[in-house]
């Protein structure tokens, strides 16, 4: 075979399209936990513009095609400048969320945010896409598809559109995908605030299912409205169930994220500017809507 055909079938080989492998997303994971110090600098601080800036910095990294995405930012810039205040809120209230995950969930994210912040018409379309992703064709649900599609909902402050489609698909729903909507819909509550809905969700209270996210939501929720103790109960569950089934996307050790996990103290942290972040979106939609 000649040196051409050899780079040609290498071309052909590098074009199709190959879903990332568990193997690179530990990979990734693993780099952007590395980054973690200042993923958790930019939730732990009251001022988050610079969410913007660190999540390209991972983007580049999961991709490797730092030379687009550098010259994708360029352009924008100085658009994402008069931008930065509308979007800020709301990607941190989901950058928060998936850091308490940790993980794929909180790579996933990161990569969802960045991707939205160079293409508008992805947050535009998300609607659309999630309201097709409850109705699929074959009858199947993909439920790692409909979390990501939640996470655009939520960053384009469309998480109201989210709940209804949602309420409206749990009540045909079979116990299995009940409970995974149920997850993904106490999610979408917390985003806006409403949460003592969040809290009364079935899923939550469901003992026959040992799921860590029940006892993590539990804890934001507690945590948000004050009540350290069930807080720091439900957090505890969280760790147990967490150590128990022994997630092989969880933090490792000795990483920032791995703190929020096994510390309190720097759970509430989150959680308190998570709270912050909520009511600031909720003023703010408040003064839309009375012009």
Do not use: W
Not at 138 to 162: N, P, T, W
Not at 166 to 175: E, F, G
């Amino acid at each position: 075979m000649t040196e051409n055909q050899t780079q040609c079938k290498q071309t052909n080989k590098n074009l199709q399209p190959h879903p990332p492998t568990p193997h690179v997303l530990n990979r990734v994971a693993s780099t952007i936990q590395r980054a973690g110090g200042a993923c958790m600098n930019i939730l732990t601080s009251p001022k988050t513009a610079g969410a913007l800036i660190f999540t390209g910095i991972c983007l580049a990294l999961a991709y490797r095609n730092r030379g687009r995405a550098h010259k994708l930012l360029r352009r924008r810039r100085e658009r994402d400048a008069e931008r930065v205040q509308q979007i800020r809120p709301l990607l941190q209230r989901s950058m928060s969320i998936a850091a308490l995950h940790g993980g794929s969930l909180a790579l996933q994210r990161i990569i969802d945010a960045q991707e939205a912040r160079l293409n508008d018409a992805k947050l535009h379309q998300a609607d659309a896409e999630f309201e097709k992703l409850l109705n699929p064709s074959d009858g199947r649900m993909h439920f790692s598809k409909l979390q990501s599609v939640a996470g655009k909902l939520e960053m384009s402050g469309k998480e109201d559109k989210a709940v209804a489609l949602l309420k409206k698909v749990i009540t045909n729903a079979t116990p299995h995908e009940a409970h995974e909507l149920g997850m993904l819909l106490v999610e979408m509550l917390i985003y806006k605030g409403d949460y003592d809905e969040a809290l009364a969700s079935p899923c939550l209270s469901d003992e026959g299912i040992t799921d860590a996210r029940a006892a993590l939501y539990k804890a934001v929720i507690y945590s948000i409205k004050g009540d350290k103790n069930k807080a720091q109960e439900n957090y505890r569950r969280f760790q147990d169930i967490q150590a128990r089934l022994l997630y092989p996307d969880g933090p490792k050790e000795d990483t920032p994220l791995y703190d929020v996990v096994h510390d309190f103290s720097k759970f509430q942290i989150i959680v308190q500017n998570l709270k912050k972040e909520i009511e600031e979106v909720k003023k703010r939609k408040v003064t839309i809507m009375h012009g």
